[in-house]
């Protein structure tokens, strides 16, 4: 009868609950993290391009036409005012899905962003200096040329700063779908909440919490450098 | 809407009246003690012009995720807290609401003091007031509207957040969304959302009275028909500045 083998020997790592052991948490739950911060990242940039092209329009017909602005801005301030979680759990009893679907978060982002936009744009293109449009119209450029190629340029500074904000809202919204079960980042601060139970277990929440902070940055950096793009006349002004 | 006509579920203990009532007193505690800080500090920021580093620093913490720093907070202060009933869910979403409402009202209160048109401000120094009497009599005043857009902002969000602060265990009118949530019973889960709407659009809405009766009517521009001073309709002859800078647009954060 022979020995049984010694049992391998395993380095025994501690359980590293300290915040930094976030670094640990995400090296053995990459797959299911990045999953995550993909939905995260997905759920928060979608809402702003959808809720820009609504805004675009409507923006334009508040500046358009005077008396339609104070109903659309008194409307977007109102839709503005419905806290989110109240509306991701109404959502589905209003567009028919399912409590847990993505779409219910998108949606009710997009409504947020429009809110938000519709006034920024129709301020923004309100903004456009009067002589500025007087020139484009004596140069012979039609109504909507003047629209597409004057006023929604000098637009883009106002209503990008309007986009910036929208967007980094988002991404800290999306995560309160998370305690609803909604597949993003916020389930790694719900993750972390139940194995906190009895000691604190900081990795995943500090994660959450760092993952968000950057892709908020991420998104932000993305508009300022669309912003920039955009507008090349600021430049060669020099001006920021 | 079966859920709200019943009126068992209004006035039982934890019923509609209790929760709304604890939803309001969280809310109120926070935007209490946000604004004793920040609107003094934007105030000083706004008329010496220094520090304005500390309304960048503000800004840039609405990228927080709101959810994950009320639950680290809770995880952290948990072990420490050895409160009756609610206290060990209360400090912590208290002191998240309180960093949530301090940047709006701080940045809004900057905004409206550095907006005041500096002829005006030059014009009460001449007049041989003192910094402070500046401050009370001209900025204040003049920032009013801006200081109250900052105001109704902070308190949405604060609304809106002590909602989420019911995933903790803490109580409000959040109890019964995520009540409703986990016992699948979804007329109590959607009635809980349409009443947390419903208190944000009221608070916002008297905000809004408060604000158009506490702005003067030399800064609103508002005058009853008929009763408008000489002056009043030439623009830039009111002697009050006309906001310049379009105020921050505000966040929504839960």
Redesign the interface.
Known sequence: MTAPPPAPVTAVFAVDSSPLGMFGYFSEHRSEVLTWLGYHAWLSALPVVLGLLISLPLGWLAHRHRWTYPPLVTAAGLLYTIPSIALFVSMPSIIGTQILDPINVAVALTVYTVALLVRVVADGLAAVPEDVAQAATAMGLTRRQRLWRVELPLAVPVIAAGVRVAVVANVSLVAVAGTIGVPELGQLFTTGFQLSVGSPYYPPITLGIVLCVLLALVFDLLVVGGTWLLTPWRRAVGRS | MAWLNDPGNWTAPGGVFDQLAAHLQYALIALVIATVLALPAGLLIGHTGRGRWLITAANAM????????L??L???L??HIHGRGDTVYLVPTEIVLVLLAIPPILSNTFAGVDNVDPAVRDAAAGMGMRGGQVVRRVELPNALPLIFSGLRSAA?QV??TA??AA??GLGGL?RF??DG?ASQN?AE??A???L??LL??AV?LVLAVAQRYSVSRGVSGRFPKGAAPGRADVPGETGVAEPTK?P???????
């Open positions: 609405r990228a927080l995720p709101v959810v994950g720093l639950i680290l809770y995880v952290m948990a072990p949405l609304i809106a909602t989420v995933y903790l959040g969304v995520y949530q979804f889960r959607n809980g959302a349409l947390v709407a944000a659009v916002d379009a921050p647009p505000a966040t929504h954060t839960a």
